[in-house]
């Protein structure tokens, strides 16, 4: 088992900048992928960004160039950097965790983007 907590969400102006920070409760060591997802108003849970084990990296075509995720094992953590933010990013923005055939989820951070 392993807890997840989010933190960093907060209101901010188009264009702007966000880092969300999701700390694990132990070792991501043998996490094989990380990730952030995000769930707005009346629509369906989506992938925002992931990142291997290895390093490999993906993005949702909407954040591309955007944000960037990272992942740090020493720290246990894994990092979102938001820029230049638009309305439509906000949502409910959720940490994930895959070991094995497990998931976890944190209990997400709410980012606001006002125009």
């Known amino acids: 088992q392993v807890q997840l907590v989010e933190s960093g969400g907060g209101l901010v102006q188009a264009g702007g900048s966000l880092r969300l920070s999701c700390a694990a409760s132990?070792?991501?060591?043998?996490?094989?992928?990380m990730g952030w997802y995000r769930q707005g108003p009346g629509k369906q849970r989506e992938l925002v960004a992931a990142?291997?084990?290895?390093?490999?990296?993906s993005y949702s075509d909407s954040v591309k160039g955007r944000f960037t995720i990272s992942r740090d094992s020493a720290k246990n953590t894994v990092v979102l950097q938001m820029d230049s933010l638009k309305p439509e990013d906000t949502a409910v923005y959720y940490c994930?965790?895959?070991?094995?055939?497990?998931?976890?989820w944190g209990q997400g951070t709410q980012v606001t983007v006002s125009s």
């Open positions: 994930n965790a895959k070991e094995g055939i497990l998931y976890y």
């Open positions: 132990r070792s991501i060591f043998s996490m094989s992928s």
């Open positions: 990142i291997s084990a290895n390093g490999r990296i």
